[in-house]
């Protein structure tokens, strides 16, 4: 699996990883660590679920253009989301990283394989 790094406004947010094979995307976050600085982007991807995790996650929906289309913040775990039209790559974070660095629907992130 890749890494990619992940910028707003200019500013590095993350890196993480970028799982875009359906094996990798089906494992997603579960078994691993996330640290605060990383994540994983799922692409594609339109929604995700929390069920087997141990942590809560930020869940960042973005367009085919990095466009943030919605924010989930501090996603619990054992829930399913619903998923998000227009979606093509869904981002995960540590818990608390878009209000940490304000992110909002209508940003527009970078992102540098």
């Given at each position: 699996m890749k890494k990619a790094e992940?910028?707003?406004?200019?500013?590095?947010?993350?890196?993480?990883?970028?799982?875009?094979g359906f094996f990798v995307r089906l494992r997603g976050l579960l078994g691993r660590t996330l640290e605060e600085d990383g994540g994983l982007?799922?692409?594609?991807?339109?929604?995700?679920?929390?069920?087997?995790m141990k942590y809560a996650i930020d869940a960042l929906y973005l367009d085919k253009s990095w466009n943030v289309l919605r924010v989930d913040d501090a996603l619990p775990v054992g829930k399913v989301w619903p998923a998000q039209r227009g979606a093509k790559h869904v981002l995960e974070l540590y818990a608390g990283s878009a209000k940490k660095h304000a992110i909002v629907a209508g940003d527009k992130l970078e992102v540098i394989p």
């Amino acid at each position: 699996m890749k890494k990619a790094e992940i910028r707003h406004n200019g500013e590095k947010i993350a890196t993480v990883w970028h799982a875009k094979g359906f094996f990798v995307r089906l494992r997603g976050l579960l078994g691993r660590t996330l640290e605060e600085d990383g994540g994983l982007m799922l692409s594609p991807c339109n929604s995700i679920h929390t069920i087997g995790m141990k942590y809560a996650i930020d869940a960042l929906y973005l367009d085919k253009s990095w466009n943030v289309l919605r924010v989930d913040d501090a996603l619990p775990v054992g829930k399913v989301w619903p998923a998000q039209r227009g979606a093509k790559h869904v981002l995960e974070l540590y818990a608390g990283s878009a209000k940490k660095h304000a992110i909002v629907a209508g940003d527009k992130l970078e992102v540098i394989p």
